[in-house]
């Protein structure tokens, strides 16, 4: 062996140590994943360390008594599984001295019962980690502080946690550390809890009935909430309910669960597709009777969930156990490819979380309300206002009217009828389908009295739930759709959407069927689809021409309008998950992206496709995903999803090739803590200044502010290892220092700044989003740069309702669309989709701020001419989803004639979501009045209009 000294051998392998560990160059978060220090302190590393212990003329023996040799010490440390409290010693850089202490203390005693282990107190055993103050100085001495305090450092690198399915686990964070390869990327949240994804090391992650490990790196969904004074009460209940050794294919699965310090209780999850309201609203209804057969075998297996949370649950003495989930929706059903069947399957989640209640099937019943153990997340105003409006209650069963206390199994029954019959709508219509079901439902519901509420019953005046007449009108609707496709499907559409009406969808709970009968009714209808996809040929291609048809968009046209309006159109993606798109503000340059990939285009790609002509990309890697983009002709600048402090930046015209690039890039770090959430970002119409919104309490935020001259002025060349963006798009040039940014204080949380926009180059405005028990106007807050001076602009709500009484889901309908007419500013700002109101700036007199009614119409979108003071509208006429420009007119100007119709637009409805922009640099006759470039996400594609506007 080599004749090495402590600090040589000891400086090895410390460098060996950190070497391995994960994450290791940031100090808050590395750690020692299972087996590294097996790894390194094998058993020719061990002696090495073990023989610089005795001088070279002494043995061991000498030092430790009789038959204590390196071999034997090596061989103690792996029978006594020590590597973890020797790597510690030695990462902490502790003394030869305490090296020996641990040598006397934890190695030179004999392996028999008596001797080993070494108890501590009546629960833990002295080599135990992570360990306290006084088991370190009955180990290394009580005189040993600096050694000590060293220790307990660096200990939390080597007691990460190991998840053990089905367990629940307390973990101290400030002597633990959690096992994640990455940062936690938030990806979603509820009522109670918010969801991030994680990444688990390597052998992290133990199934307790089996022993076995993850072996790879492991992408899981972590949910986190908030636990109160019930939860200790409750914990067996829920332990009871999570540690079931049944499983079903339907429940998500979890893998197990930690208590973080104080307040947080979470679960650890497999990590989804998505949920099954994002699902349907991100892909096109299915076309093949095979498609359908699979959707209903999906949702077979949610009754067939139920059926096992109901009926098949047992505690670790053998009662049965009924667990009622009592909020069941699309959103709590997430979507998992099964890679082994090559099928998708559907799992209720959220159950034992959100709202359930337990009951012991034995001589005594005792309800437990899981409910309780935690509280709900304040604030949260960061759902749309139509999104907020269908998630509150719509899929709750009329007992819940009443009182939670009368909810039972039977609950969850209707619950699950009110997603089948969602789940028809999206085969037959899609997603348009499903929105237009729920405004029927609730227009019925305002008409009746009951409130703009979506459920699937009524409520008279007396409080008694009674049967929804759209319910039956939709139905029927279906059935008429499915028999002009074919009349046997028509048929089998009939008799599944009747038993959910008759069977499902009955008022009194006791006369629902069971969930085991609704499984098998649902696959009675899968089976019927199947046959009819495998009797398909015999309907000729004809008919299969016709239902293609009936839901195809027309793509790739172009069509012209004897008054000189021309329209053009073009498919600019197929993307199945597409995040967003937007407009440059200057010139005609759109961007679109998913979570990984921002696409660039000019309208020039598209009137020249035929020379294939490249599209510059741009890809992001890691656990982050694209959250937002903005460009004008100059610049383009993204923010990322999760806690980040700093956007990216890129020139889009000044790389090395000509054209659209994103060759000359830049990531931007704020002067912010790494864990704050970039909010809404803006970018001003010249390119001379970017701004975003940042998180400073629950209560405010900061609205930061920069010149991007200035920013670049500042660049400094990336390292390599820096770079989250995938290597062959890495950025070139950070930006870290602090000098170019200005920032003003918002009054209200980031979450609530509804839009930030640059009204010009040296101003900005943003609107906020009122609390509900302030009187509900339109507050505009105008900011000149060069002052930050704040000026505030009300437009009054027209509808008032009294404090306390609005759903903050209205949000969304009282402010429709806004605008900015010219450099005052003066904003034109649409109210209720239909009530247009002039607010400036620069006067308060009656002309400039002016009000008029919209009549036959539903504003979606407001697009501004400013030179040559026209104000277009994309709208709907009143019964009739088909959308159309108009022309308002502008009262402020005294201009009372009534919209002027410019164009149909026959592909889009008034519920797509589109983005549109006005340039007034036409090179075409009928382009002397400009042209509106539209981009639209139809029917899971996204497209792209240009309509050529004529002169005035």
């Not at 001495?141 to 629940?168: A, E, H, K, R, T």
């Not at 959250?627 to 956007?647: E, M, P, Q």
């Not at 002027?900 to 008034?910: H, P, T, W």
Request: charged share 25%; with cysteine.
């Amino acid at each position: 062996m080599s004749s090495l000294s402590y600090n040589e051998i000891h400086k090895d392998l410390y460098g060996q140590i950190h070497e391995k560990l994960e994450r290791k160059d940031l100090a808050g978060r590395r750690f020692a994943k299972a087996g590294t220090t097996q790894a390194v302190l094998a058993p020719y590393n061990l002696k090495r360390l073990f023989y610089t212990l005795a001088p070279a003329d002494n043995s061991l023996e000498t030092h430790f008594g009789p038959g204590i040799t390196a071999d034997l010490l090596t061989t103690r440390i792996e029978e006594r599984s020590l590597h973890n409290f020797l790597a510690t010693l030695i990462y902490a850089r502790c003394s030869i001295e305490s090296l020996k202490c641990f040598t006397r203390k934890l190695l030179i005693c004999p392996s028999d019962s008596g001797s080993w282990p070494i108890p501590y107190d009546e629960e833990t055993t002295l080599d135990q980690l992570p360990a306290k103050r006084s088991q370190l100085e009955q180990i290394l001495g009580v005189d040993n502080s600096p050694d000590i305090n060293s220790f307990m450092d660096m200990q939390p690198c080597f007691c990460p946690i190991v998840l053990y399915g089905g367990d629940v686990q307390s973990v101290d964070e400030k002597k633990q550390r959690l096992p994640y390869m990455t940062d936690e990327e938030e990806i979603g949240m509820g009522s109670y809890g918010v969801v991030y994804r994680v990444v688990i090391a390597k052998g992290h992650l133990v199934n307790k009935y089996t022993s076995m490990a993850n072996s790879e790196p492991l992408p899981m969904a972590r949910k986190d909430f908030e636990k109160n004074g019930h939860f200790q009460k409750e914990l067996e209940t829920m332990k009871q309910i999570l540690c079931t050794p049944r499983k079903s294919r339907n429940i998500v699965e979890t893998f197990g669960s930690l208590q973080l310090n104080d307040n947080i209780f979470s679960l650890f999850m497999p990590l989804a597709e998505c949920d099954l309201r994002e699902w349907m609203r991100n892909n096109a209804p299915p076309i093949l009777e095979s498609e359908k057969a699979d959707i209903l075998g999906c949702a077979s297996g949610l009754a067939d969930g139920l059926e096992f949370l109901h009926s098949e649950i047992k505690d670790s003495n053998g009662n049965r156990m009924v667990c009622y989930h009592m909020d069941l929706k699309p959103a709590n059903i997430l979507v998992f490819n099964d890679k082994e069947h090559g099928k998708m399957v559907w799992k209720i989640s959220d159950f034992g979380m959100s709202r359930v209640k337990v009951s012991h099937n034995h001589t005594n019943t005792i309800d437990r309300d899981i409910s309780v153990l935690f509280d709900k997340r304040r604030g949260d105003t960061s759902v749309s206002g139509t999104v907020n409006r269908r998630l509150e209650g719509t899929y709750l069963a009329p007992e819940s009217s009443i009182s939670v206390r009368n909810m039972n199994e039977k609950s969850d029954i209707w619950s699950l009828g009110c997603v089948v019959s969602v789940v028809l709508t999206y085969i037959n219509e899609g997603q348009g389908g499903i929105d237009t079901f729920a405004d029927e439902r609730a227009t019925v519901s305002r008409s009746s009295g009951a409130g703009d509420k979506d459920h699937f019953f009524l409520i008279n005046r007396s409080q008694i739930p009674k049967p929804h007449p759209a319910i039956k009108a939709h139905h029927k609707r279906l059935i008429r759709q499915a028999n002009y496709k074919n009349s046997d499907e028509g048929k089998v559409m009939k008799e599944v959407l009747n038993y959910i009406e008759e069977k499902v969808l009955e008022l009194d709970p006791q006369r629902r069927e069971s969930a085991r009968r609704v499984r098998d009714r649902l696959l009675d209808t899968s089976a019927a689809y199947r046959k009819l996809s495998e009797n398909s040929e015999q309907y000729g291609s004809q008919t299969r021409e016709r239902i293609v048809s009936s839901i195809t968009p027309r793509w790739w046209k172009r069509r012209r309008d004897h008054n000189l309006t021309k329209l053009e159109t073009w498919c600019v993606s197929n993307p199945r998950a597409i995040s967003g798109y937007s407009i440059a503000s200057t010139e005609p340059i759109i961007a679109y992206w998913t979570d990984t990939c921002i696409s660039l285009y000019d309208i020039q790609y598209f009137q020249r496709q035929s020379e294939n002509m490249k599209v510059p990309t741009y890809e992001i890697r890691g656990s982050v995903a694209w959250k937002s983009v903005k460009l004008n002709g100059a610049y383009l600048i993204a923010s990322v999803t999760g806690r980040h402090s700093h956007i990216y930046l890129f020139d889009i015209k000044g790389g090395r090739l000509p054209g659209l690039n994103f060759d000359l890039n830049y990531r931007v770090e704020l002067p912010i803590d790494s864990s704050s959430r970039i909010g809404r970002i803006a970018l001003s119409p010249g390119g001379r200044t970017l701004a975003c919104v940042v998180p400073r309490d629950i209560e405010s935020s900061w609205i930061y502010h920069a010149g991007i001259g200035d920013l670049t002025d500042h660049r400094i060349p990336r390292g390599d290892s820096e770079s989250t963006i995938s290597s062959n798009n890495a950025f070139q040039y950070r930006i870290t220092d602090e000098e170019p940014w200005s920032r003003f204080l918002v009054n209200a949380p980031a979450g609530s700044i509804t839009h930030l926009a640059f009204s010009s180059d040296t101003a900005l405005y943003y609107v906020t989003q009122p609390d509900i028990s302030e009187k509900r106007d339109i507050k505009i807050y105008s900011v000149p740069l060069l002052t930050r001076r704040v000026k505030i602009r009300s437009v009054e709500n027209p509808a008032q309702t009294p404090s306390g009484e609005v759903d903050s889901g209205n949000w969304g309908r009282l402010l429709t669309a806004i605008t900015v007419i010219d450099e005052e500013p003066t904003f034109a700002v649409v109210l209720y989709e239909n009530q247009l109101r002039i607010r400036s700036f620069g006067s308060m007199d009656q002309i400039s701020n002016s009000d008029m009614i919209i009549r036959n119409y539903f504003v979606s979108k407001l697009i501004i001419d400013k030179q040559n003071s026209r104000l277009f509208a994309l709208a709907s006429k009143c019964g009739n989803s088909t959308m159309l420009l108009v022309e308002l007119p502008l009262p402020h100007l005294g201009d009372r004639e009534k919209p002027q119709e410019i164009k149909e637009l026959s592909d889009l409805s008034y519920r797509d979501k589109v983005t549109a922009m006005l340039f007034n640099e036409g090179n075409e006759r009928y382009e002397d009045g400009g042209y509106i470039i539209i981009l639209a996400y139809v029917a899971t594609r996204l497209m792209l209009y240009k309509i050529s506007l004529p002169k005035t």
